[in-house]
């Protein structure tokens, strides 16, 4: 048997992209020029009780769209540079602080991330646990995203020939020659 509905989706998102889902209106309403026909809302649910990958739907576990944010300090120095310590710990320069942005999904969590991304290239940071602070982003961009297709050398070389033609003797007439 089949799982229900929701236990097929228990723990996952899923992001449909519609944007291409749409029926152009025969006359534009302002800068409206198109709307979601009973089609088009058929089209879109089909992708959401189908709950399959498509280019137009993705699934996601949940922890896929969180992070941790994390402040992280250097330690005070003195003229000499020795760390100043206070009651056996560094002591925080306030103003050296930089807010790191942690996926839920970094192997190790936060403290794989510190040892794998902070410590080779600032030794001496310190992880401030009590500043973080949990946040969730999605981006439909990152998703979704499709480059345009980028013009050939060909294409660009036929269009600065093209230029040149028809601004061909143009300098000597600016320059009076």
Known sequence: MAPSF????????????????KTPLRKNLGEK??????????QIMKLLMDFKETPQSKIFPNNEFGYWSVKVYQPQRDEQGTIIMKKGEPVIDKKSKDVEIIPF?????????????????SPDAIID???VETGYELSFTKYFYKPKQLRTIDEISQDIRGIEERTDGLLNEILGK
């Open 129 to 131: 646990m009590k500043s």
């Open 33 to 42: 020029n198109c709307e979601t026909s009973d089609t088009d809302r058929e």
């Open 6 to 21: 929701e236990e097929r989706r228990k723990g996952f998102v899923q992001l449909i992209d519609a944007t291409e889902i």
């Open 105 to 121: 999904r970094y192997e190790g969590g936060i403290e794989g991330f510190f040892e794998n991304e902070i410590k080779p290239y």
